[in-house]
């Protein structure tokens, strides 16, 4: 069978703020150990590096509250997605890490288990700035690098910001939204989005999700910009 890696793309970009590269040099502190255990039930989690300590995913309410160790991606089995679907989570950072870390939700999830895992996500950390990877086996491809983007809520001075995150994927595009306005596309005849759905929540935060919803059909959320046509996606056979 013929994999797909997202390698190279040019994005659709609703907001006017220019590209900004992500920091260089910045120090990562190690992952803290959080006394996590089991996941709530029907939950399951993979860590983007196994020997990294366990999150701590309780249930508050209908939504969870991750504390996070290690950098890591949460589905459950029935949330597999064929386009048209939509997808959306609200996501409360609670406390301020020690430097700009991001949550989000990850799509076109297949193989999540083995080697040959794959899949795209779409992730907001509280400096205000976004970006999408795609992620095959080991290797992470950067489709759009860190871009600040005005519809992202920065962290407030204790540290506290939400934000609704969206991926609505239609027979055209797949459109990533942030509380309701469309900050990026991607064509969808170069990337189908069909595969699992979830949470990724990268290290060290305290991040509580709400209204976490797969839905049928693609026009439950709806940008607040009209969007640049999405623009086509390279791939590489592999």
Do not use: C
């Not at 997808?87 to 288990?113: D, I």
């Not at 080697?115 to 950390?125: C, D, I, T």
Request: a positive charge; zero cysteines; aromatic letters at 6%.
């Amino acid at each position: 069978m013929i994999r797909r890696s997202l390698v190279t793309a040019a994005l659709a970009l609703v907001a006017a703020a220019p590209l900004s590269a992500q920091m260089a040099g910045m120090n990562h502190d190690p992952d803290k150990a959080t006394g996590g255990g089991a996941l709530p039930a029907g939950w399951s989690s993979r860590k983007d590096r196994e020997s990294a300590p366990d999150a701590k995913v309780e249930r508050v309410g209908t939504g969870l509250h991750v504390t996070s160790g290690a950098a890591a991606i949460y589905w459950m089995e029935k949330q597999k997605a064929g386009t048209p679907f939509s997808v959306s989570a609200s996501f409360t950072q609670l406390k301020a890490p020690s430097h700009p870390e991001a949550y989000g939700l990850f799509f076109m999830g297949s193989k999540l288990t083995t080697p040959e895992q794959s899949y795209a996500y779409f992730l907001v950390r509280g400096d205000g700035k976004v970006t999408v990877k795609h992620r095959a086996g080991a290797e992470v491809h950067t489709i759009t690098d860190w871009t600040e983007n005005a519809a992202v809520h920065k962290q407030d001075a204790s540290g506290k910001a939400t934000n609704v995150l969206s991926v609505v994927a239609a027979a055209d595009s797949t459109r990533m939204l942030v509380n309701g306005v469309q900050i990026a596309a991607l064509a969808a005849s170069y990337a189908k989005a069909d595969g699992y759905v979830g949470l990724r929540v990268n290290h060290n935060l305290d991040v509580r999700v709400d209204d976490f919803t797969v839905k049928a059909g693609a026009g439950s959320a709806r940008a607040k910009a009209a969007p640049k046509k999405a623009a086509k996606l390279a791939t590489k056979k592999s």
